[in-house]
T-cell receptor, first 114, second 113 residues
Framework: EPEVTQTPSHQVTQMGQEVILRCVPI?????FYWYRQILGQKVEFLVS????????KSEIFDDQFSVERPDGSNFTLKIRSTKLEDSAMYFC????????????FGPGTRLLVL | GENVEQHPSTLSVQEGDSAVIKCTYS??????FPWYKQELGKGPQLIID?????GEKKDQRIAVTLNKTAKHFSLHITETQPEDSAVYFC????????????FGQGTILTVHP
């Protein structure tokens, strides 16, 4: 069964550093999402992306965040200058035919900002 | 925006018993309600979903019910097994934010052998 994959599985970084989280969607999927889950809290929507554009973003997704699909396969989330409060699990999700609603999640990247 | 509340936060049952998890949502325009199971160290996995034109859906030991009028939906797991132990999340989408999932707080289900 096709799966969403994410790399790295874990990342430790110093505050102020840039990180790039990568996602490889299921091959025929066209709608992409990033969510985050701070330890012990709800899964929170960050951004949705379709046709090389952001469709919707949350209040969390401020100017330090960006997304792109640089090579037609990977879907990336960049955090420009990490803060302590960015420490969380980051999940990529994708949807595609036959249902645009059903989102398939990757295993996540655990980000720790020191 | 949409707000989803989930109860209980923890649920402990004996193997073979049933488990019920309930969620309420605030946006009457929401029309898609998935349930996810999350095991330790893994991403959420879709286990069942329901759309607003359906009141109930069943898949083997798992069923979901939806009451649009009351804006609540529930997950029912029958004949629970230890491998059902995990965190379960409800979510809602549709309406003004198509595609964006709003999650509940999660329920830690423990099934004792």
């Amino acid at each position: 069964e096709p799966e969403v994959t994410q790399t790295p599985s874990h990342q430790v970084t110093q505050m102020g550093q840039e990180v790039i989280l990568r996602c490889v969607p299921i091959s025929n999927h066209l709608y992409f999402y990033w969510y985050r889950q701070i330890l012990g809290q709800k899964v929170e929507f960050l951004v949705s992306f379709y046709n090389n554009e952001i469709s919707e973003k949350s209040e969390i997704f401020d100017d330090q965040f960006s997304v792109e699909r640089p090579d037609g396969s990977n879907f990336t989330l960049k955090i420009r200058s990490t803060k302590l409060e960015d420490s969380a699990m980051y999940f990529c999700a994708t949807t595609g035919p036959p249902s645009r609603e059903t989102q398939y999640f990757g295993p996540g990247t655990r980000l720790l900002v020191l | 925006g949409e707000n989803v509340e989930q109860h209980p936060s923890t649920l402990s049952v004996q193997e073979g018993d049933s488990a019920v998890i309930k969620c309420t949502y605030s946006d009457s325009a929401s029309n898609y309600f998935p349930w996810y199971k999350q095991e330790l160290g893994k991403g959420p996995q879709l286990i069942i979903d329901i759309r607003s034109n359906v009141g109930e859906k069943k898949d083997q030991r798992i069923a979901v019910t939806l009451n649009k009028t009351a804006k609540h939906f529930s997950l029912h797991i029958t004949e629970t097994q230890p491998e059902d132990s995990a965190v379960y999340f409800c979510a809602a989408s549709g309406g003004t934010s198509y595609g964006k999932l709003t999650f509940g707080q999660g329920t830690i289900l423990t099934v004792h052998p």
